[in-house]
């Protein structure tokens, strides 16, 4: 049987990666969304409300750019989602 | 016996903001019964000059800053301007004109009408041409990202037309909660907690359980365990890895690259391509949540109302909107051993024919196929059209499809 074709990807430039780029809207609303859900969820769940409590200190209004959003998603993810920090088979 | 009986798995990747002529409209000249560009097509700038469509889309920074996409500014696209009121016309023709209110620029404002060469998009185009490619699938809202990925999880956004939060009071459960009601499997998987989900307030809050990363996605892919349904989003954001490692934005919306989301794609698909088993079972739907306030040249559908209205004040154009109309179209492709290579599903542009697709037939098509349509629904989903019927009683011999190779 003759094998399948194979389609080379093209590689994305080295260059593209800027995570100083500005958070653009849908990325600020998402910080948004999180901040919501995030203090619903110290509401119903007091013991996750110290780390909690500090995050919801910081203020989103100060988020400019994709890192910025990237960090406060992570530790708000990782207390809405916590089994999403473990590799996958461990 | 028919693809459709052998169908296991059903994969939904969604990625963000294109449209379908910036993406697939090239095809056209080598591909006819692809509803893309002729060349022809236009659109007036603020000076009055006409800007014809230019093939010379760049895979970044052509679309910085972000096109307009939300209500107000689609109702311009698609009407060209004129006036709220009875009798007017669907034209296409504003989109010079809305990007011009970002830019400043006349020149830059013409960069909306770019489109890409089809060699440019090797994975996107491959997928379309090889497997089956929509001439009529519609964002479900004339507007932005969260209301329409809501139709994708539910059939409908409860009446939101933009990036609001809101909270789901009705009886309408989501594709994944009907799934496991009914005994069934389902995973919504996020790249990484850096990028998460884009459905937080009432799915990643009060569900955390049907959540995954886009690692464990892999992970089911080889070890045989993919549940019956996912959806996966890409990366929504540039940032570090936990090893150093530079993680890109996959999900090509504006400015983001677009090759790193062409890269995700390849490897979504080789994931499923690669593991035979998998590969003769599932059915993988490539579709874009919305145009990013990029041309397109077919008007969007009269449709089926779900039932909500969205007022003036939440529309942002004076007047309210009742759900009776699709958005903008998009780049869809679904992909399987069992459809016909080079299918192309009338839209528009064959009224005898035509098959219109709108976000709503996800949790349509799913919950048909799983669950024979048992659950509560928007009466806009349950008239959206399912795609399935696509598969064949053929399985292509493996030779006869294609695996991406030089992947990250």
Same mark, same amino acid.
């Given at each position: ?35 919501? &859900?995030?203090? +619903? ?11 909690? @409590?500090? =995050? %919801?200190?910081?203020?989103? &209004?100060?988020? +400019? ?11 708000? @993810?990782? =207390? %809405?989602?916590?089994?999403? &920090? ?5 | ?408």
């Amino acid at each position: 049987m003759a094998p399948s074709r194979v389609i080379s990807v093209p590689k994305t430039d080295p260059g593209a990666y800027n995570p100083k780029r500005p958070a653009g809207k849908l990325l600020l609303a998402q910080a948004a969304h999180l901040r919501d &859900a995030l203090s +619903k969820h110290v509401d119903e769940k007091p013991a996750d409300s110290k780390e909690a @409590t500090e =995050i %919801l200190a910081f203020d989103i &209004a100060s988020i +400019k750019t994709e890192a910025d959003v990237s960090n406060y998603t992570q530790k708000v @993810t990782a =207390i %809405l989602h916590p089994q999403g &920090a473990k590799r996958p088979g461990k | 016996m028919a693809g459709i009986d052998q169908l296991k798995h059903i994969v939904v990747l969604m990625m963000e903001n294109r449209s379908f002529d910036h993406m697939l409209g090239g095809l056209t000249q080598k591909y006819p019964k692809i509803n893309g560009l002729t060349g022809n097509e236009s659109n007036p700038d603020t000076n009055g000059a006409i800007v014809k469509v230019q093939q010379n889309a760049e895979f970044q920074s052509q679309l910085d800053p972000d096109p307009d996409h939300h209500f107000p500014g689609v109702d311009l696209q698609i009407f060209g301007g004129a006036p709220q009121g009875p009798g007017r016309v669907a034209n296409m023709q504003g989109f010079v004109k809305d990007y011009f209110s970002q830019t400043n620029d006349v020149n830059r404002s013409h960069n909306i009408m770019s489109y890409f060469a089809p060699e440019n998009l090797p994975v996107l185009t491959t997928l379309a041409t090889e497997f089956a490619v929509f001439n009529g699938w519609f964002s479900s809202i004339p507007g932005p990202t969260i209301c329409n990925r809501a139709f994708a999880h539910y059939g409908t956004s409860f009446g939101q037309v933009g990036m609001d939060i809101f909270y789901i009071l009705d009886p309408i459960l989501s594709t994944y909660e009907r799934m496991i009601q009914g005994g069934h499997t389902a995973k919504l998987y996020y790249y990484d907690q850096p990028s998460s989900t884009m459905e937080i307030v009432n799915l990643l809050k009060n569900q955390p359980q049907i959540f995954a990363t886009y690692d464990q996605f892999i992970s089911d892919c080889s070890g045989g365990t993919l549940p019956e349904y996912c959806f996966i989003e890409p990366c929504y954001n540039d940032h570090p890895g936990a090893d150093g490692a530079q993680i890109l934005a996959s999900d090509q919306h504006p400015d983001h690259n677009v090759r790193e989301g062409e890269q995700f794609i390849a490897n979504t698909f080789n994931a499923i391509r690669t593991n035979p088993d998998l590969w003769m079972s599932t059915a993988l739907l490539i579709v874009y949540d919305e145009h990013g306030g990029i041309y397109d040249h077919v008007v969007p559908p009269a449709c089926t109302p779900d039932g909500y209205s969205a007022t003036a004040d939440n529309t942002g154009t004076g007047v309210p909107f009742n759900f009776d109309r699709l958005g903008i179209r998009v780049p869809a492709v679904l992909v399987s051993p069992w459809i016909a290579r080079g299918t192309v599903v009338p839209g528009t542009e064959d009224p005898v024919n035509a098959q219109i697709f709108e976000h709503a037939s996800i949790p349509a098509t799913v919950t048909e196929h799983f669950l024979q349509g048992d659950a509560k629904r928007t009466i806009r989903e349950q008239q959206a059209k399912t795609f399935l019927g696509l598969m064949t009683g053929t399985m292509r011999p493996d030779n006869d499809c294609v695996v991406f190779g030089n992947l990250s």
